[in-house]
């Protein structure tokens, strides 16, 4: 298993005091303009950015997890013909009621498992996520959710600022913080601005 997906890299408490850095420090977030969230909001906040953590190294493995199904597939298909091909043998030579009743319970006994399996929720981290879950390649896929989360958390405490993504703002330092610790990429806050002027412009003519 990728022990990629065995932790969580966000707390409550190294956000918070992600946070409360003062500006003078080189990784701050906030200036003295900003309030920081409440302990509340930072703990949903956390919340969230696990959950893009752990749908970001899912993503990843999805090919592998993808191909094992398909596996599992193929030989339930290589399964169903080698007793199609047991029945056909019993019948041809005409084999005693009690060996075909003892292949009969053996096909129950595989139909039973079969059965269980395709309904069985696959749920562990190396079965990979659900079908529908859209796909996460890099730190673009999941920016704008990172982006939702923060300015989520800090209106709880500043309600009337609007957070944008210009190069030097808070919610340009908070995604160049939180990023990296998501997708495992280098990321600036220069090409986090150029992500979302890019959409912007994007927006403007659909």
């Excluded at 989520?152 to 995604?175: D, V």
Aim: charged share 30%; net charge neutral; glycine share 2%.
């Amino acid at each position: 298993m990728n022990s990629s997906i065995d932790y969580d890299p966000f707390t409550v408490d190294s956000l918070t005091e992600m946070f409360l850095r003062s500006p003078d420090q080189v990784d701050f977030i906030l200036t003295d303009r900003q309030m920081a969230p409440s302990r509340r909001a930072i703990e949903t906040l956390t919340g969230l950015l696990d959950t893009a953590h752990r749908a970001y190294n899912w993503s990843k493995e999805q090919k592998d997890a993808n191909a094992r199904l398909n596996n599992i597939v193929v030989a339930m298909e290589v399964l169903d013909a080698f007793f199609d091909e047991r029945e056909n043998e019993c019948e041809i030579y005409k084999l005693s009621p009690k060996i075909r009743l003892d292949e009969r319970e053996l096909y129950d006994k595989f139909v039973r498992f079969r059965d269980a399996l395709t309904t069985h929720a696959l749920l562990l981290p190396t079965d990979g996520p659900n079908p529908l879950m859209a796909d996460i390649k890099n730190w673009h896929d999941v920016a704008d959710s990172v982006l939702a989360a923060f300015r989520i958390a800090m209106r709880s405490t500043n309600p009337y600022l609007h957070f944008g993504t210009y190069a030097q703002g808070p919610a340009t330092r908070f995604l160049e913080q939180t990023l990296p610790r998501i997708t495992g990429e280098r990321i600036t806050k220069e090409a986090i601005n150029q992500y979302f002027k890019r959409k912007k412009r994007q927006n403007r003519q659909e």
